[in-house]
């Protein structure tokens, strides 16, 4: 039932989960005061499109925006751009931002997202790029006809993703990671493997166990990479991308718990009743996980906005779905369905050759997670064995003329 006492809804945050958050409290029946404070200058905007359509130039700036302007109009939400919040009076439940406004509040929702890890001998170097906003895009977009090489630090999905619209552009690329494989973090061995040949193949240099001496610089240029190992790599412009850091020192200063992220229960909520976290900056508990974790994904984004919207209405919580994500890089699309860790054996489907196949994950007897390298099937078919807690087991995909979704069908007659 909706507290018809809550008449002021604060959405620190104009991002993904921000936007999925106004869609769904209005949706739910919410008709009092909603606010969205976003630090950058642009209304709610996709960012995966950043590295990849954007970037090659297949997709206009308006088609980035997550909603039309009317939207905003018609469902009465204040969107206040371009502003910084300054704190949080948890007790005097207001919001307080740097051009001096003071918005008070019922519900408090932090969706500030994250921010990508900089190394502080890059700091004031010109030729370093990171890619998270629009503005960082452009900047690259910007540079790229005066690149002929670029130097990416980090082997992650937004880099490697950046690292292929290079290649295709014919600038000449390095990937520079520490760990002996690309997608360590987020990957197992094979598909690691597959997109290491995927680059190569490609002309991109990927150098691992990698380890960086020095950052060469001529005034505030920067000119080069020396590696430990005494090589230098030099380079017109050097991508950094070892990471993002959850935007959690309002809900610090403000007395939330945090670690890495600001600590929520099942329904999205901080210690404090009155305030919620949702997307990236979330440290959350998850079906199945015995310890709570924090995702960088959109599907995340907005299955918690989703989530807050229902309590926050007094609607009952949605149903569970695992974490899902994809990364679009050449013309490879891989989707993803749970979480590989921990992991103790895969079992492959497919032509890994031909560049379609899939690696299901399984923790003993427990299927975890799914890998799909343009096999949509697959992704499909593993996602709902997951969603619907199916005891899928290795064998049941050693015959692979039997189809996935008719071991799904199958699976669901049991």
């Known amino acids: 039932m909706l507290d018809l006492s809550v008449n002021e809804i604060v959405v620190i945050g104009a991002g993904q989960a921000a936007i999925q958050l106004a869609h769904s409290l209005r949706a739910k029946g919410y008709e009092g005061a909603l606010h969205l404070i976003g630090a950058e200058a642009y209304p709610p905007y996709q960012r995966p499109p950043l ?31 371009g502003t910084e919040v300054t704190g949080i009076d948890r ?15 019922d519900r408090l929702v932090i969706a500030t997202g994250t921010r990508p890890r900089q190394l502080p001998e890059l700091e004031g ?6 890619m998270r906003g629009i503005d960082d895009a452009k900047t690259l977009k910007d540079k790229i ?9 980090g082997g992650g999905y937004i880099g490697l993703e950046a690292a292929a619209v290079l290649r295709k552009m014919g600038i000449e690329v390095t990937v520079i990671e520490r760990m002996p494989r690309l997608l360590a973090r987020v990957t197992g061995d094979e598909i690691s493997a597959y997109f290491k040949s995927l680059h190569e193949s490609h002309g991109v240099e990927i150098l691992f166990d990698a380890e960086v001496e020095e950052f060469e610089h001529a005034g505030s240029a920067l000119t080069g990479i020396r ?59 998850l079906e199945g996980r015995e310890a709570p ?25 949605p149903g569970y779905e695992p974490p899902w994500f994809w990364s679009d890089q050449y013309d ?19 032509d890994v050759a031909g560049g379609k196949f899939a690696v299901f994950y399984f923790a003993g007897d427990d299927f975890v997670a799914v890998d799909a390298v343009n096999d949509p099937q697959s992704f499909m078919a593993g996602k709902q064995i997951l969603k619907a807690g199916l005891p899928l087991k290795a ?7 039997v189809s996935m979704m008719d071991i799904l069908k199958s699976l669901k007659n049991q």
Do not use: W
């Open 91 to 105: 007790d005097g439940q207001t919001v307080a931002t740097k051009d001096g406004q003071t918005l008070p509040y």
């Open 395 to 401: 064998t049941d995909l050693q015959d692979q003329t």
């Open 227 to 285: 590696m430990q190992d005494g090589r230098v790599i030099g380079t017109d412009l050097l991508l950094v991308g070892i990471g993002v850091l959850p935007n959690q020192e309002l809900a610090e200063a403000a007395g939330l718990e945090v670690s890495n992220g600001i600590h929520v229960d099942a329904d999205a909520r901080t210690n404090d009743p009155n305030i919620y976290a949702i997307g990236d900056c979330s440290f959350r508990p």
């Open 145 to 153: 006809p005066d690149l002929r090489h670029v130097t990416v630090l």
């Open 293 to 317: 974790l924090r995702l960088e994904s959109v599907p995340n984004a907005i299955e918690q906005a989703e989530i807050a919207a229902c309590h926050i209405t007094g609607k009952p919580r």
């Open 51 to 81: 590295s990849k359509a954007f970037l090659k130039g297949e997709m206009e700036e308006a088609r980035l925006y997550l909603k039309p302007a009317s939207f905003y109009e018609t469902k009465n939400v204040s969107l206040h751009l």
């Open 125 to 130: 170097l010109d030729r370093v790029q990171v």
């Open 332 to 350: 490879t699309k891989i989707q993803t369905a749970g979480l590989f860790t921990p992991h103790t054996h895969t079992v492959i489907r497919g």
